[in-house]
């Protein structure tokens, strides 16, 4: 059964940090373009951060450029999402996503900034 499943979410304060992990099972990880998506309260679904199987290529969204950094631990066949100075606008449901020649979509992680 192929599974992604998100970790690491919760309740931070503004500036705080959170690391989010997706863990892979049922298929090569390592041979897998990786993203993280998130879907905010009355805002579309988008593309926060990813990774290339090949190359380990990272591109970010620009408003958490410089904040964010998406990474990847083929030994662990996890993505991981490093997540700093932390601001309320990054409310959301995070999604871990993976593509080859199919794609899968993990349930989410709540992630909520608030003080």
């Known amino acids: 059964q192929v599974q992604l499943v998100e970790s690491g979410g919760g309740l931070v304060q503004p500036g705080g940090s959170l690391r989010l992990s997706c863990a892979a099972s049922g298929f090569t990880y390592s041979n897998y373009f990786m993203a993280w998506y998130r879907q905010a309260p009355g805002k579309e679904r988008e593309l926060v951060a990813s990774?290339?199987?090949?190359?380990?290529?990272?591109n970010y969204a620009d408003s958490v450029k410089g904040r964010f950094t998406i990474s990847r631990d083929n030994a662990k066949n996890t993505v991981y999402l490093q997540m700093n100075s932390l601001e309320p606008e990054n409310t959301a449901v995070y999604l871990c996503y993976a593509y080859n020649t199919r794609v899968y979509w993990g349930q989410g992680t709540q992630v909520t900034v608030s003080s």
């Open positions: 990774i290339t199987g090949v190359g380990g290529r990272t």
